[in-house]
């Protein structure tokens, strides 16, 4: 019997209460069409949170019960508190997986854990292809070797992040840009998994392709154990 893991979406949830266009296309929000697809696996269990619950949604309690933390933020990165982002970051180094999407990349999460800027070129209004450039990841199992995104916010190099452990995906853009659009990184005990895609004007999270990437990216950052404290022969 296969392990069940426990999956916490993290969602601003702004864009989606405050712009018709984007209730729209999100009307459960972006958390709610995360939640809806990952909850067909059989081994997936999800619980999503906001920024305007109580302690933003994030508690020592939440995160020792999460296995993998998907987070998706963009109007409003640094209302996120300290308190939070030390929360956060203390589970990562203990083995919690950590999913960003899109904006997230630059989350006071994001540059607390990588330790860089994290900024990048944009623009709106454009068409990506998603190349999948390491088909022997686990991230990218079942995944085709190009994913035509009709609608996406163009990220363009250069990106100021350290460097990835792996690239599994990158992406092109008719505009001519190029991008890192899906890396992992370790720290501490746990995976992360930077994914681009996934503007908030368009339905990106519908499309079955990309609900097989994050399926599978859960699966891989879902940790193999979990330290409860600092590891015996580190000083506290």
Not at 166 to 179: E, K, P, Q
Request: charged share 25%; proline share 7%; hydrophobic share 40%.
């Amino acid at each position: 019997m296969s392990r069940t893991i426990r999956v916490t979406v993290w969602n601003e949830y702004v864009h989606e209460r405050e712009i018709p266009a984007i209730a729209a296309v999100y009307p459960e929000g972006i958390h709610g069409c995360i939640r809806r697809f990952l909850s067909r696996e059989e081994d997936i269990a999800v619980t999503c949170v906001t920024l305007d619950m109580p302690h933003q949604g994030i508690t020592r309690e939440l995160l020792a019960g999460t296995d993998v933390l998907i987070w998706w933020s963009h109007a409003r990165q640094e209302d996120v508190t300290d308190e939070t982002v030390r929360l956060v970051r203390e589970a990562v180094h203990a083995g919690m997986g950590l999913i960003a999407l899109h904006s997230a990349h630059f989350s006071r999460i994001m540059r607390d854990l990588m330790g860089t800027t994290m900024t990048l070129h944009w623009r709106h209004g454009d068409s990506e292809k998603l190349w999948c450039i390491a088909p022997a990841h686990p991230i990218a199992r079942g995944v085709p070797a190009c994913i035509d995104l009709p609608a996406e916010e163009m990220y363009g190099e250069p990106f100021d992040i350290p460097r990835p452990d792996d690239i599994v995906f990158l992406g092109w853009f008719a505009s001519g840009h190029v991008f890192r659009s899906g890396m992992t990184f370790i720290r501490g005990m746990g995976r992360i998994f930077y994914f681009q895609p996934g503007h908030e004007e368009a339905p990106v999270y519908e499309q079955p392709e990309i609900q097989r990437i994050i399926t599978n990216a859960v699966r891989w950052a879902a940790p193999v154990c979990r330290l409860d404290g600092p590891p015996d022969n580190v000083a506290e």
